[in-house]
T-cell receptor
Framework: GENVEQHPSTLSVQEGDSAVIKCTYS??????FPWYKQELGKRPQLIID?????GEKKDQRIAVTLNKTAKHFSLHITETQPEDSAVYFC???????????FGTGTSLTVIP | NAGVTQTPKFQVLKTGQSMTLQCAQD?????MSWYRQDPGMGLRLIHY???????DQGEVPNGYNVSRSTTEDFPLRLLSAAPSQTSVYFC???????????FGDGTRLSIL
């Protein structure tokens, strides 16, 4: 099966700085890579996703890049704000019945 | 639309008891999944379904059963609860393969 690794497990940045979270995957057939944000005690919520036919996608302060050859993808948050503090999860899936494999999460703290 | 609804929100069981976690969605999604979330381990797939009458095992299926008699409902059954099943359980649904998953609010389950 798929193995998704996520780094770092914790990340602290000053407000206004950028944050980068990296994930690698093992199955070259994976073709869909979503990122979720989870606040304490809440459900995971999708913040951005990317498909294997695209190398980069941006939505305001959030961007995701994908390198299929190296099998890694990254989340970039610019101009961080205290409300960006949360746990972020990457995931990978392929067209086999919607099986998603998640990374172990990154706890991001934005210091005001 | 209510989205994905999980009940109960909290539950305490004794070892050996059985129970059913309920999950319902009103988005007419074909695909539904159950995950468990444990500290430091991200979300792990327990069982998933690609449509009414079709279910399959995920990464960690032992000790759990599912059924999918309707498109809307996807209950998760714990057959004989064990302390190792103490976790937060999330149900999710999506329209089809490689589409964003929508999560419920979770069920926090403690087994004594």
């Amino acid at each position: 099966g798929e193995n998704v690794e996520q780094h770092p497990s914790t990340l602290s940045v000053q407000e206004g700085d950028s944050a980068v979270i990296k994930c690698t995957y093992s199955d070259s057939a994976s073709n869909y890579f979503p990122w979720y944000k989870q606040e304490l005690g809440k459900r995971p919520q999708l913040i951005i996703d990317i498909r294997s036919n695209v190398g980069e996608k941006k939505d305001q302060r959030i961007a995701v890049t994908l390198n299929k050859t190296a099998k890694h993808f990254s989340l970039h948050i610019t101009e961080t704000q205290p409300e960006d503090s949360a746990v972020y999860f990457c995931a990978a899936s392929k067209n086999t019945g919607n099986q998603f494999y998640f990374g172990t999460g990154t706890s991001l703290t934005v210091i005001p | 639309n209510a989205g994905v609804t999980q009940t109960p929100k909290f539950q305490v069981l004794k070892t050996g008891q059985s129970m059913t976690l309920q999950c319902a969605q009103d988005m007419n999604h074909e695909y539904m999944s159950w995950y468990r979330q444990d500290p430091g381990m991200g979300l792990r797939l327990i069982h998933y379904s690609v449509g009414a009458g079709i279910t399959d095992q995920g990464e960690v299926p032992n000790g759990y059963n599912v059924s999918r008699s309707t498109t809307e409902d996807f209950p998760l059954r714990l057959l004989s609860a064990a302390p190792s099943q103490t976790s937060v359980y999330f149900c999710a649904s999506s329209y089809r393969d490689s589409q964003p998953q929508h999560f419920g609010d979770g069920t926090r389950l403690s087994i004594l």
